[in-house]
């Protein structure tokens, strides 16, 4: 992997870790246009990418981690767990559902459904407006909803914030909950593959590690900004869509 490849890749991760985009697909397919295959030095290089993904939320969120906020973290514990005890049992299985499409399809299928959310969502009262005030049971079926993201190509953002929405938080708060989401989800799988391939790091050279790490960092802080700041005026209408037609460009590309 060269510095250019290294960049790009860090990009990708940024751009679409916390968007409900599916980061996994598209590192899938921007790593098979780049001709990069799916080896172990190249998973060591995505486990440092999303090391700079899980540094990006604890810098934007730094206030968040003190004992004043210990219900917060009880309950994103809580949604964690079904996706964690998925993936640690069913880990084999999964992996073998890694192909362009299927992550062609589930881009579609949840494009489909974020416009379906979309269309059902309404701007009551009852809305949830504070991550501080998600319920343990709100938090269980966030978990649920994000335990679909095990499939490539859902976007565990995708399924958290679709899960959040159906349980009743505003569009700001599903986002800001599954970016925290996202700390747990991170470590687990980051700490998975560093143990399946840490052998494989001395192998991979220094400078395409910091170059994919910095970008990562970078894009990723920046996003969770923007995203936020687009939410406040707009809806996940535009996401949705994207989903659809880039799963239908990548059904064509690969038929």
Known sequence: MDLIQAAILGLIEGLTEFLPISSTGHLIVVADWLGLPQNADNKAFEVIIQLA?????????????????LPLWIKIA????????????FHH????????????????????????AEALYTEGT???RDIEQVSLRQAFWIGIAQAFALIPGTSRAGASIIGALAVGLDRKTAAEFSFLLALPVLAAASGFDFLRHYEDFAATGFA?????????FVVAWLTMK??????????FRAFGWYRILFGLLLLVLYR
Do not use: N
């Not at 579609?108 to 974020?114: L, P, R, S, T, Y």
């Not at 936020?228 to 809806?235: G, K």
């Open 53 to 69: 993904a899980i540094l990006a939320v604890i810098s934007h969120y730094r206030d968040k981690f003190s004992p004043a906020h």
């Open 78 to 89: 809580v949604a964690f767990v079904p996706i964690g005890l998925l993936g640690l049992v």
């Open 93 to 116: 299985q999964i992996k073998e559902l890694f192909s362009v499409t299927v992550v062609a399809w589930m881009f579609i299928i949840g494009g489909v459904i974020f416009l379906i």
């Open 126 to 128: 009852h809305r949830t």
């Open 208 to 216: 395409p590690l910091a170059v994919g790490f910095v970008v990562a």
């Open 226 to 235: 923007l995203f936020l700041t687009f939410l406040e005026c707009f809806t």
